[in-house]
């Protein structure tokens, strides 16, 4: 119930590529579904996060797409650069409790 | 944006030693910080809520008299790690919750890599 599952486990796109991520969730009290990006060594920064009363919002290059019925919601990378390698995580709360987090997926921008 | 500083971001230490790592929020006030531990390539997981002023909530599996914490202030939360071992090694990350913002933003700290030798 509490899990969010996140795909591919990792991705490799030519620069100026599309890269996609997906997310699913099971319960259906989680209202906000923020993405992470995270560099080695380094912790989580926030990216982009969506609640479920919109079904797409973006930010720059950055956009979510968010499926309610479904409990599905991706994040798409438009124009990737070399500059957005690094692990991506999708997660969701519920009434701003704790942050359940996705497995994580490591993206690779070849130039 | 707000700022979340953890200190140290690296540590080694012996076997049997115990490490205190700091967590500060910087330029606004944080009732509730989380923990978190993270392995190579994995998921970040959570270890225990804390709350200021009160005991810190831990996740099921997480020794509470291990990875001891403090939230004395509403911009401090310090982790613990007693008599550590090398099974504690890990990366251990920060968190809060700027509550004076509606969209409930959770900002992370930098992370501290531990290593136990």
């Known amino acids: 119930q509490q899990q969010v599952k996140q795909s591919p486990q990792s991705l490799i796109v030519q620069k100026g590529g599309i890269s996609i991520i997906n997310c699913a969730y099971e319960?259906?009290?989680?209202?906000?579904f923020p993405w992470y990006q995270q560099f080695p060594g380094k912790g989580p920064a926030l990216l982009i996060a969506?609640?479920?009363?919109?079904s797409e919002k973006k930010e720059g290059r950055f956009t979510i797409s968010f499926n309610k019925s479904a409990k599905q919601f991706s994040l798409h990378i438009m124009d990737s650069q070399p500059g957005d390698s690094a692990t991506y995580f999708c997660?969701?709360?519920?009434?701003?409790?704790?942050?359940?987090f996705g497995a994580g997926t490591i993206l690779r921008v070849k130039s | 944006g707000a700022v979340v500083s953890q200190h140290p971001s690296r540590v080694i230490c012996k076997s049997g030693t115990s490490v205190k790592i700091e967590c500060r929020s910087l330029?606004?006030?944080?009732?509730?910080m989380f923990w978190y531990r993270q392995f190579p390539k994995q998921s970040l997981m959570l270890m225990a809520t804390s709350n200021e002023g009160s005991k810190a909530t831990y996740e099921q599996g997480v020794e509470k008299d291990k990875f001891l914490i403090n939230h004395a202030s509403l911009t401090l939360s310090t982790l613990t790690v007693t008599s550590a071992h090398p099974e504690d090694s890990s990366f251990y990350i920060c968190?809060?919750?700027?509550?004076?913002?509606?969209?409930?933003?959770?900002?992370f700290g930098s992370g501290t890599q531990l290593s136990v030798l």
């Open positions: 319960n259906t009290a989680f209202d906000y």
């Open positions: 969506i609640r479920p009363d919109v």
């Open positions: 968190s809060a919750r700027d509550q004076s913002r509606t969209n409930e933003k959770l900002f």
């Open positions: 330029d606004f006030q944080a009732t509730t």
């Open positions: 997660a969701a709360s519920s009434q701003g409790n704790k942050l359940v």
